[in-house]
């Protein structure tokens, strides 16, 4: 008996729109009370955005305003700053 194979979720980057399998791009969430965080674990509650794993492409969102409209809110600096320090432990590791 066959077994089928399973699916893969895929899901867009907000900087460079090119679609990559869930697992390797960076989850920014906004959770319920409002805050908005880098999800490294990809399961906290809350409305989800995705991002590669380059900074060029957190600049390119943030200079678009691209994560501001997914996310349905302002997106302090100090934040962006903090999921670009994230970015940057991703591309080195």
């Keep these: ?3 089928k194979a399973k699916k893969i979720p895929m899901r867009q980057c907000l900087g460079c729109n090119e679609h990559f399998p869930k697992r390797e791009l960076i989850r920014v969430v906004r959770t319920p009370e409002g805050e908005v965080v880098a ?6 509650n809350g409305r989800g955005a995705y991002i590669c794993p380059k900074s060029a492409c957190l600049r390119k969102a943030q200079k678009s305003k691209r994560l501001e409209r997914a996310l349905e809110c302002a997106i302090p ?4 700053d903090g999921i670009a320090q994230a ?4 591309e080195h590791a």
Aim: no cysteine; proline share 0%.
């Design 1 to 3: 008996m066959e077994q």
């Design 39 to 44: 999800d490294t674990t990809g399961k906290k």
């Design 77 to 80: 600096d100090e934040v962006l």
């Design 87 to 90: 970015l940057g432990s991703e």
